[in-house]
């Protein structure tokens, strides 16, 4: 069981504590001086390449790797006070306090004038602290912990879906320095954004395409014609398969993805969930320890429904994937990846998910 | 007027000298002991996110980094033997040593068995080296020798576009150890993709859409839409403009557009192609100087109408962005844009287009 108590920061922004046990003291009260921040947050569309953009030209203040000692997802103790006021937690999520998207984005950004068109970045940008202990990964986390955390990104997801104007739920982890993470501490992201990224809105025209064709859903064909090759298969277990995909586009890139068709987190049924993290600290485990020369940098993603739409042929899937392609080499987006939109990979799927299983 | 010769190296790749002044001596035979490269490139459908991804499992071995006495874009000189067989030279086209694409990749790679479908990876990657001086940049290229570089580059995508099973003709300069430049002599490449990238396939479906609906084209209405909002603007020549997209995801981004409505490279004219030069050169030269600490990083890539389709509603334009986005700060691609596919810009492009002005 996760048990959710929730309390203000300073400057007004929600924090949410899940907890492993019932009726921990939450009370403790954020007694920092902080001022409420001004965000100025758009988005923009590009009726070019049609996909819209954010733009929050007020984020360049913000943190940028702390000392340690500074550490703003640390508890607060012995006088030192961070973002979480208790001195102590299992996983919190908070508002973001330098957010690219927020509730309070103001009207006077919209504008729809061709060929510009804008409108204010309404949706939320939350941080989830997965363990109060500075120093470890989420790959060392107990399985217990590991399910709590899934506990609390459902949660998150079913509230921040219904925050008017939301329309895509993003829960995602970046670890590493080469990924650019600027906080060392273990924590992962939510973003709620106010429309759906187009990635995904082609995906969810590919399951809709497919599922009008043949009435099934294309994930769980791609998952069957997965497990029944084998060759890309890199661990699987009661409920829950993990494999490269057949055009991975990354050097090292699995997809966690459940057997039944479900369209997000919050649909998991308990079992699922304690599955999932299992075979979830798995995979991450394999990422650190692929390369001689420490835990692989990673981004992991979790490819929920749209809130308003497709959910019927959506099917939930998280996307771990790493940009380092051999010890000391990152594979960098370049011209091809960044200027054509082409994803070139050095590394063979079937090669990735032998190396992945230990072969 | 730019003169072209053409010879073989050693493992029989082409290569293609363009130089500035008729009849110059280039029969030099490059005497190079080197085998010819094995290439197992394939293409790969996503049947999900519907795009191709490329395979080239066999380019993990390629240069990397190499000392600056072992540039293998220098001339041939003093016994030391590069990939130019010549001692000197303006401007040189050659295939990659090891490519991502060949018209020599093999049909066993070709697959259609549901959801998985892959081709051989045909088509060509080329390498253009600016100047024979290894210590210099695009930047600094006097006008004439850019003007040299635009007609290689002409040049070979019409003969690039003539090569069976090639769809696009992508031109482009990674600049930079951040982007992950290997091989710091002043170069660029050319990509001929089997496909139409689909990031490309979705602007030329917009200006199809918007074509048919207006009788217009939407680059050019974009173009003097920008024009006379000036905002964005950051120079201006005779016949091209060079402004921030109003959508820029990058945090310093300039599309560089001519003012005719042209498909490509090859069809512009004598005249086009020298003014192209100088506002070329003229905004590398704003990207050198934006930041403290150095000439910034940057991508330069040519948006040239597919081989095709769509070449009669596409517009020419070049795109050159950096991926720093203050002095040694990166902008790093994390979890919303390579996760999601959602860019988030700190710099508002108005801001952005002020500071390429140089105020």
Redesign the interface.
């Given at each position: 069981m996760t048990f959710r108590q929730s309390t203000k920061l300073a400057d007004g922004r929600e924090l949410f504590y899940y907890d492993e046990h019932p009726d921990v003291d939450r009370s403790a009260v954020d007694h920092r001086d902080l001022p409420a921040t001004a965000t100025s947050s758009q988005i923009?569309?590009?009726?070019?390449?049609?996909?819209?953009?954010?733009?929050?030209?007020h984020?360049?203040a913000r943190t940028?790797r702390p000392p340690t000692s500074d550490c703003p997802l640390d508890p607060s103790h012995d006088g030192r006070l961070t973002e979480i006021p208790a001195g102590d937690y299992d996983v919190v999520v908070f508002e973001n306090r330098f957010p690219?998207l927020t509730t309070q984005a103001s009207d006077d950004l919209a504008l729809d004038a061709?060929?510009?068109r804008?409108a204010p970045g309404i949706g939320r940008c939350e941080v989830v602290c997965f363990t109060s202990d500075h120093d470890t990964s989420f790959a060392q986390l107990a399985p217990s912990r590991a399910r709590t955390v899934i506990d609390a990104l459902a949660d998150r997801t079913t509230e921040l879906s219904r925050i008017e104007g939301v329309e895509?739920v993003?829960c995602?982890?970046?670890r590493g320095e080469e990924?650019?993470?600027t906080l060392t501490h273990p924590h992962g992201?939510i973003?709620a954004?106010p429309f759906v990224?187009?990635?995904?809105e082609?995906?969810a025209?590919?399951?809709r395409a497919?599922h009008d064709d043949t009435g099934h859903c294309?994930?769980c064909?791609?998952v069957a014609?997965e497990r029944q090759?084998g060759t890309r298969v890199v661990v699987e277990s009661r409920l829950w398969t993990a494999h490269v995909?057949?055009?991975?586009?990354w050097p090292y890139e699995v997809r966690i993805v459940p057997h039944r068709h479900v369209p997000d987190l919050p649909s998991l049924t308990d079992e699922e969930r304690d599955d999932l993290a299992g075979i979830y600290l798995d995979v991450l485990q394999r990422f650190d320890h692929l390369f001689s020369d420490g835990p692989a940098p990673y981004?992991?993603?979790w490819q929920q429904a749209p809130v308003h739409r497709d959910r019927d042929v959506w099917h939930l899937a998280a996307?771990v994937?790493t940009i380092r392609?051999?010890p000391g080499?990152?594979?960098?987006?370049?011209?091809?990846e960044?200027?054509?939109?082409?994803?070139?990979?050095?590394?063979?799927?079937e090669?990735a998910a032998a190396r992945l299983r230990g072969e």
């Open positions: 923009r569309w590009d009726p070019l390449f049609r996909e819209w953009a954010i733009v929050a030209g984020r360049q940028y690219s061709f060929p510009f804008s895509y993003f995602f982890e970046n990924i650019g993470v992201q973003y954004y990224p187009s990635r995904t082609r995906a025209d590919s399951a497919y294309l994930q064909a791609i014609a090759a995909p057949f055009s991975a586009r981004i992991s993603g996307e994937f392609r051999a080499k990152l594979k960098y987006l370049a011209g091809s960044s200027g054509a939109g082409v994803w070139i990979n050095d590394v063979t799927p090669v």
